[in-house]
């Protein structure tokens, strides 16, 4: 029997489910280990997967893609990495269907990275390539015997296929070069820290929600269920004792059909399986059944120890105590998700807290690595790539110029938004991560030409929008959509002056322009858009005090104006916050503003002390701006707390219009 007992193991991906789990056990049971992981924190990545080896001498944590060749063969040398356990892949089949490329250039080319890092360095001893019991394909339901190890590869998904396409790399190097690999093929996994977009875990947080089980088709699919700890335990073996060149199959002979599985769940949280299941559409394929032969992994000495009864009670104990352990994750309880291949895992939370960034554990704990830019690979595809319509508009205009100081690329699209065929040519041929969108109409000079001009108006605010959102959803691409706050006007439950804003949840309850209308009416839709990310901007004021989009220009120009306390948006500064919203994957509705209010006549209060001494202005009433306006104007305060809890450094309205407008036009004595 081969024996190999590692010194520096190279762990991929172990910040997401399996993998956290045989990382944490490999270092709690083997102190004379050193143990590495490299993830980069994608969607379904949590550091706090890793808490239990966070103190632990002999862990160290690199976030970083395995695309990356510099880094990889950085840390293969500087590490003196001698094991590798492969796990890093994207596995979720529904993604597959929907964003099939990013599981070949994860599942594919991240393997053959690997593969060509250890030919290249000569140093390691194991390279174990973790892949899937679907590279079989579906087993037949009246079969008796389970795949074995030398059965075809009969693949049915862009998923399976590309895990397939892996073990064929690995093979090819363990047969061309000597490398000393070892594949393994596993059945379904369940148990804590899992994403919730697996079927287990879905349910739970869906039955503690009080909402139906999704099942899809008739759910007589068969599946096979293994605790995560007993496949943590397979894992450890095959690293010690696995021959080289080897497959094996970790896996169960215990069967359940998809709806037993359901109904198993629904009893222990007492619900009533008829009410409480509800048959969804199938996926496009969905295999009806797989069943391994796992007698070669028992005769190396392993055994499933955890019954099913016991493994699910303790998975539904772990996530009733821990429900918001993945933060946000309604997208992924949708009974067919897809969710958005960009970087973007949990990693603020590596200490359990939800104040404390990542960059505060790495500055202060050296077993946290984030690679310079040196090592970020030259030849690679850059992180992100961002598509922004709204090239002529003034909030698309500076979004090109932030991509430009910042190193985005960055492309401005071609295509109209309600010309759809033109969108989705656009994303062909530009293949961006992410999609902006700064279109519309708003009217100039003002709101008031959509009074006049209400099919234009709804062309572009509502069809338009609408459509781009929808073909982001089918390319599977977040869409950062800068909307508006002037859907709303001060009430009796939000009273001017009272500090008490309109939040994210709130309806709208201004009508008084067609534009806010138009506004109102495409928020609402989008809600229903999970690839969506919405940020109510009100009232935009910029540095740059020439132009006339700016609140502050127009102001400074009017004869007479209204002296109201607004929420209001400086976009010096929320712009380039937008840009890490779309980096940390955030969606949903956000209101885009600073905390707080200020009034029309404080804000030319500061421009008469800052800009012009000589500056003086009339006011009027509401009534009387009534007379010399078409459409009503919407007067507000936006809570913007969730904003400010996502990005604590955001400044108030009043310090923000100072630091990143007032000041800097004094100091460079613009006007």
């Given at each position: 029997m081969a024996s190999h007992t590692p010194k520096n193991i190279l762990i991929t991906g172990a910040a997401g489910f399996i993998a956290s789990h045989v990382a944490n056990r490999m270092i709690r049971n083997y102190p004379d280990y050193k143990v590495v992981v490299l993830d980069k924190l994608d969607y379904c990545s949590n550091l706090?997967?890793?808490?239990?080896?966070?103190?632990?001498?002999?862990?160290?944590?690199?976030?970083?893609?395995?695309?990356?060749?510099?880094?990889?063969?950085?840390?293969?040398?500087?590490?003196?990495?001698?094991t590798?356990?492969?796990?890093?892949?994207?596995?979720?089949?529904?993604?597959?269907?929907?964003?099939?490329?990013?599981?070949?250039?994860?599942?594919?080319?991240?393997?053959?990275?690997?593969?060509?890092?250890?030919?290249?360095?000569?140093?390691?001893?194991?390279?174990?390539?973790?892949?899937?019991?679907?590279?079989?394909?579906?087993?037949?339901?009246?079969?008796?015997?389970?795949?074995?190890?030398?059965?075809?590869?009969l693949p049915t998904n862009p998923y399976s296929a590309t895990k397939a396409g892996a073990e064929m790399l690995v093979m090819a190097y363990g047969r061309s070069y000597g490398l000393p690999v070892i594949t393994t093929r596993g059945n379904n996994v369940y148990g804590p820290n899992q994403f919730?977009?697996?079927?287990?875990?879905?349910?739970?947080?869906?039955?503690?929600?009080?909402?139906?089980?999704?099942?899809?088709?008739?759910?007589?699919?068969?599946?096979?269920?293994?605790?995560?700890?007993?496949?943590?335990?397979?894992?450890?073996?095959?690293?010690?004792?696995?021959?080289?060149?080897?497959?094996?199959?970790?896996?169960?002979?215990?069967e359940r059909r998809v709806i037993d599985v359901a109904r198993d769940i629904c009893a222990l949280f007492k619900k009533d399986p008829e009410t409480c299941i509800k048959f969804v559409d199938n996926r496009p394929f969905n295999d009806q059944r797989y069943f391994l032969d796992d007698q070669k992994l028992k005769n190396l000495g392993w055994s499933e120890r955890t019954a099913w009864e016991e493994g699910l009670k303790k998975t539904i104990e772990w996530y009733t105590k821990n429900p918001d352990w993945w933060g946000d994750v309604?997208?992924?309880?949708?009974?067919?998700?897809?969710?958005?291949?960009?970087?973007?895992?949990?990693?603020?939370?590596?200490?359990?807290?939800?104040?404390?960034?990542?960059?505060?554990?790495?500055?202060?704990?050296?077993?946290?690595?984030?690679?310079?830019?040196?090592?970020?690979?030259?030849q690679q595809k850059p992180a992100f790539k961002f598509l922004i319509y709204g090239r002529t508009g003034w909030i698309g205009g500076l979004l090109g110029k932030l991509c430009e100081k910042q190193g985005i690329p960055y492309e401005y699209g071609k295509g109209r938004l309600q010309d759809r065929a033109s969108l989705?040519?656009?994303?062909?041929?530009?293949?961006?991560?992410?999609?902006?969108?700064?279109?519309?109409?708003?009217?100039?000079?003002?709101?008031?030409?959509?009074?006049?001009?209400?099919?234009?108006?709804?062309?572009?605010?509502?069809?338009?929008?609408l459509t781009?959102?929808?073909?982001?959803?089918?390319?599977?691409l977040l869409m950062i959509n800068y909307a508006t706050g002037c859907i709303f006007e001060y009430d009796a439950a939000h009273p001017e002056g009272s500090g008490i804003g309109f939040k994210e949840e709130d309806k709208p309850n201004f009508t008084g322009s067609f534009y806010s209308k138009t506004k109102a009416m495409v928020e609402e839709l989008l809600r229903e858009f999970d690839n969506v990310c919405t940020l109510r901007v009100r009232m935009p004021i910029s540095s740059d005090l020439n132009n006339p989009r700016n609140f502050i220009t127009k102001i400074s120009r009017y004869s007479k104006v209204v002296n109201i306390p607004n929420s209001m948006t400086i976009l010096d500064e929320l712009l380039p916050i937008s840009i890490e919203m779309a980096k940390r994957n955030l969606r949903g509705i956000w209101n885009f503003t600073n905390p707080g209010v200020v009034s029309h006549n404080e804000i030319l209060e500061m421009y008469r002390d800052y800009i012009n001494p000589s500056f003086k202005w009339t006011n009027f009433t509401l009534e009387e701006q009534a007379k010399v306006i078409v459409a009503p104007r919407s007067?507000?305060?936006?809570?913007?707390?969730?904003?400010?809890?996502?990005?604590?450094?955001?400044?108030?309205?009043?310090?923000?219009?100072?630091?990143?407008?007032?000041?800097?036009?004094?100091?460079?004595?613009?006007?």
């Open positions: 706090k997967n890793l808490l239990p080896s966070k103190s632990c001498p002999n862990f160290k944590f690199v976030k970083g893609d395995i695309g990356s060749a510099d880094l990889v063969n950085y840390l293969l040398i500087t590490e003196n990495i001698d590798i356990m492969h796990f890093a892949a994207q596995t979720h089949v529904d993604n597959s269907f929907g964003n099939s490329f990013e599981f070949t250039k994860n599942n594919i080319y991240g393997t053959h990275v690997l593969l060509e890092a250890c030919k290249v360095t000569g140093r390691v001893k194991r390279f174990i390539h973790v892949s899937t019991d679907e590279v079989y394909g579906e087993t037949e339901e009246d079969a008796v015997v389970g795949n074995h190890e030398a059965s075809q590869l919730p977009e697996k079927l287990i875990p879905k349910f739970i947080l869906l039955a503690m929600q009080g909402k139906p089980l999704p099942i899809h088709g008739d759910g007589s699919n068969v599946r096979s269920y293994l605790y995560c700890e007993d496949v943590a335990e397979a894992f450890e073996l095959i690293l010690h004792k696995g021959e080289v060149g080897h497959v094996y199959n970790i896996g169960t002979k215990k309604s997208g992924a309880l949708l009974p067919h998700p897809r969710m958005l291949m960009m970087p973007g895992g949990v990693e603020k939370f590596f200490d359990g807290s939800e104040d404390e960034k990542s960059e505060s554990y790495g500055s202060t704990n050296p077993s946290m690595l984030v690679p310079s830019p040196r090592f970020a690979g030259s989705v040519a656009d994303i062909l041929n530009l293949k961006p991560t992410h999609v902006f969108n700064a279109a519309g109409v708003t009217g100039r000079p003002n709101v008031d030409w959509c009074e006049s001009h209400k099919t234009e108006t709804i062309r572009t605010n509502v069809a338009g929008t781009l959102a929808d073909v982001c959803r089918e390319h599977g007067n507000n305060e936006m809570d913007a707390s969730k904003l400010k809890n996502e990005f604590p450094e955001l400044l108030s309205i009043k310090e923000s219009l100072i630091k990143y407008v007032f000041e800097p036009n004094k100091k460079t004595g613009k006007n």
